[in-house]
């Protein structure tokens, strides 16, 4: 008999008589800690999704990048990172200054990131659409930079998805996404996961085993039921979010709005380039002037919820200067346009003009 999904291993162990059980791809299976077939899974299509020989998945999309930088970085090494990227991503990579490992930040385009790379460079990683702002990177001129200095490309494509763009393809050497957004899609479980083309990497996965990254069974399945659902999620996203980019552009309480579908924003020359099916992502950001307009304005929210994540069926509104962007001191924020009258508004799918009319009431109290 064979069932319509694939069943959930909850288990700890499984049987070993003398050697372990070896899988298909040459790795013990004996302990979850180390491999389990739920999570392997959800490997094989997330792998498929991105046009990948190879996917690990992870606890976190924190937990992959972790592990990554244990795999790939050693005393000595040079790392350059996005400036506008995700805080805890640049965090850690600080905090292995201790091991002797340097971080150089660079202004978020390919220009400024080819420039950052040197010689000495081992590790350089960014995001295909930044956060907040939805700067679009060219990542084919990047590869190419990194791979003149022989450094190791990694893409965090988890504002985009594989539906809009896939960076392997491009000259990435992996590919990193948080699951926990739009892959799962449902603001309901947490994983990343790691994904290259080649040859398994065997020293990735025994750090994996090592650090105990690896997701859990149950949290593997639910995102493997939530991909199910992604392409007509994403594209319904976007489509809306577009739509409420049109709208922000022209309400005379909006400063600014910053979304690469729009056609005279900065990047959507870049992004028409990288990304598929003319779409341009789910995620709008916008500038109502100052804090105090800030928090009103997410205070007055009915049905959009305020809270720091995006990527799922419920539409969300984040204050990046409170989350996103906290650690950053003044002058950074205001190089990358990152105001304390920012909003980040991950779209959902609630029908476009219950969206439309929570925020233009919401926009009533901006002053």
């Known amino acids: 008999m064979k069932p319509l999904h694939s069943p959930l291993y909850i288990t700890a162990v499984f049987k070993q008589v003398g050697d372990a059980y070896l899988t298909e791809r040459g790795t013990e299976l004996k302990y979850s800690r180390e491999e389990n077939p739920t999570a392997k899974y959800l490997e094989e299509k997330l792998a498929k999704l991105e046009n990948a020989d190879n996917a690990l998945a992870f606890n976190s999309g924190m937990g992959a990048i972790a592990t990554l930088y244990f795999t790939l970085l050693k005393s000595g090494d040079e790392v350059v990172l996005s ?60 590869a190419k930079r990194c791979n003149e200095v022989g450094a190791t490309l990694i893409v965090d494509n988890t504002f985009v998805t594989p539906i809009l763009y896939k960076p392997l393809e491009d000259g990435a050497r992996f590919v990193v996404h948080s699951l926990t957004k739009y892959i799962a899609g449902h603001n309901d479980v947490v994983g990343g996961a790691v994904l290259w083309n080649g040859e398994f990497n065997q020293e990735l996965w025994d750090w ?50 910053h979304y690469p579908g729009l056609k005279d924003d900065p990047y959507h020359k870049i992004a028409k380039k990288l990304f598929a099916r003319n779409l341009y992502g789910g995620v709008v950001a916008f500038d109502i002037g100052n804090e105090a307009n800030a928090l009103a304005f997410l205070r007055a929210l009915k049905k959009i919820f305020p809270s720091p994540s995006l990527g799922g069926v419920e539409s969300i509104a984040t204050y990046p200067v409170k989350s996103a962007a906290k650690n950053m001191d003044d002058s950074q924020r205001k190089l990358l346009g990152i105001t304390k009258g920012l909003i980040r508004l991950s779209v959902g799918l609630e029908p476009l003009e219950e969206l439309i009319e929570d925020l233009d009431h919401a926009l009533e109290v901006v002053k």
């Open 83 to 142: 400036m506008e990227g995700y805080g805890t991503t640049i965090e850690l990579a600080r905090l292995l200054d201790k091991f002797g490992i340097k971080v150089r930040l660079a202004y978020p385009n390919a220009e400024k990131i080819c420039e950052a790379v040197t010689e000495r460079t081992k590790l350089v990683l960014v995001e295909t659409m930044t956060n907040p702002t939805l700067k679009v990177i060219d990542i084919p001129e990047v």
């Open 208 to 257: 994996r085993r090592r650090l105990g990254t690896i997701i859990q069974p149950f949290d593997a399945w639910m995102i493997e039921r939530g991909m199910r659902t992604l392409e007509v999620r994403f594209e319904r996203q976007s489509k809306s979010a577009l739509a409420i980019a049109e709208f922000l552009r022209e309400h005379p309480k909006v400063r600014e709005v």
